[in-house]
DNA sequence: CTGAAAGCGCTTACAG
DNA sequence: CTGAAAGCGCTTACAG
């Protein structure tokens, strides 16, 4: 209204001219034009969306950012997300069940457009929830759950794993560990359940950590954690102890590590995750779709022969 | 609507239970409940947003949420920002202008209700485009940006660079190189001159990496990446290189890096931001306060005597 | 204790 | 080409 009253027209006018859609004479344009500019008017994006009944938001839930991987895929969802106008709430669970209720009633109360996840806890209710309310959500790296509305973008763990265990055996490994994550992750469940299945092909049992001179863990970041633990108690690695990660995030090729991983791209999984989303949201749809990303084995030295 | 309608009330009525603060007798109140869980109703926090002329939700803008400190950060504010109910927009720069101007843009379009910035490019001016307008803004990290209206978390990296040149001139070195952030950060530069005025003090000039046994980086991450570089060309740290970081990300203190640094209490930090945002929004007011959080050397192994 | 009415700041047919 | 009117889904005095 203070912008429409200063150019002299009505708030429709007003209106017309920043949405850039209807005739409007250039006159009566270039005066409006100059009001806002005077006024420093920003339009008011919260009546927008009341009336536009989108928010033009999206929610994104990840179970810890302080791991670099969930902190690529945050940085890809920002960009995609930004880049096509949408803003993003994110939310930092920790797989909490508790918490991942909360983040689901705050984001529905806000209408958020689509929901990406990064990571939730095994049995986690979240996205049925959202999917009920119709609000879409594509699952970034993490498995599958059975739900044909969902959008899944992911990695084949059983494949990456037999690939693991197949590096480690050919090696000459036999007494394999696995580490599952601090948190009680969906995705974890899946790469454990690979990694047994590569050891039972080769009618192999895990062992225990300590009785293990082959070590996989479920990420990078406690693969990392677990080679600091190992060498604080004495034991080398690789000499006495190979360690295999899971990510390839940046710091696995750092000359100080260099450790044996998967490779994933957090950045093509949050770009693609962020495009069908907002596809399914123009469409007033679910997404509806899933999509597999290659994820090899990155050799490097924190893997070799088992000591004698 | 929907819900009054099946209680057979008036819409009135329904707000009155759901924000429990008018008299609402209990049978009505009962009737009214019985209808929200029926429906699954949740309220539209968008509506709710533009009568209160509140979004309930604060902006935070960092550089780079790959470096696990501004990750730390990232999580504390929002950890601190969801116990209050709000939500946080998140916002990735790269400390590039062009982006930082369309992020206040998009904050104030979507009426944040203050917003904490964790690194900003040199002479950005996004804290005047915000205050401007009226929005409370607090910044972590970054050092003084000269405008009393502002909110300052922050460390005293002066005397944390004294501290660093100080116990490698007391090693013996003489030949001190420091290295910028990647970014053009606001902090770096702050850094860099402490750094600098304390080589003054003892007569010395800062001289090429190359030729350097002291290498002092702007923050750890920089600094991991430089002994991988140094290594990678045959140079030993400590052995012919000492390197110091800055900020004790999590990574610093594993057996494989251990490196010298200053201790920073991301969390701290970003709790307090959060506090003193929310105070000065409840308060319609900016935040107006500045206050500095300890900084400790934290002497690990990357440094060491210079070689003979 | 309950409800009708006004208003938050937009957008969007529609009439002129 | 321009503006009056209705409506998005809430909240909030206020009357009854």
């Known amino acids: 209204m203070d912008v429409a009253d200063r150019a002299g027209v009505s708030k429709s006018t007003v209106s017309n001219v920043i949405r850039g859609t209807a005739q409007v004479a250039r006159a009566t344009r270039e005066r409006v034009e100059r009001a806002i500019a005077e006024t420093g008017y920003h339009p008011n994006a919260i009546a927008r969306s009341l009336k536009a009944r989108t928010s033009s938001a999206i929610g994104f839930v990840v179970p810890d950012l302080t791991n670099p991987f969930y902190a690529q895929l945050a940085v890809g969802v920002e960009r995609a997300a930004s880049t096509h106008g949408y803003a993003v709430l994110t939310a930092h669970t920790e797989c909490l069940p508790a918490i991942e209720g909360d983040v689901g009633r705050a984001f529905i109360e806000r209408r958020v457009d689509g929901v990406i996840i990064g990571g939730i806890s095994l049995g986690s209710t979240l996205p049925r929830m959202l999917l009920d309310r119709g609000t879409p959500v594509v699952l970034a790296s993490l498995g599958e759950i059975d739900d044909p509305r969902l959008g899944v973008i992911d990695h084949d763990d059983p494949s990456a794993m037999e690939a693991i265990v197949d590096h480690l055996y050919g090696l000459g490994h036999r007494r394999f560990a696995f580490v599952s994550p601090q948190m009680d992750e969906q995705a974890g469940e899946r790469r454990r359940l690979g990694f047994q299945k590569a050891l039972k ?53 750092h000359s100080r590590v260099q450790l044996t991983t998967v490779r994933s791209d957090a950045m093509e999984m949050s770009r693609r995750a962020v495009e069908l989303l907002l596809a399914a949201t123009r469409d007033g749809r679910h997404v509806s779709h899933r999509e597999m990303l290659p994820n090899p084995l990155v050799i490097r030295a924190t893997t070799g022969r088992p000591p004698a």
């Open 201 to 253: 092909r080769r009618r192999l049992t895990a062992v225990g950590i300590d009785r293990a001179t082959a070590v996989v863990a479920h990420n990078d970041m406690q693969a990392i954690a677990i080679i600091d633990d190992l060498e604080r108690r004495g034991r080398r690695v690789p000499a006495d102890v190979s360690v295999v990660g899971y990510d390839d995030v940046p710091l696995a090729a």
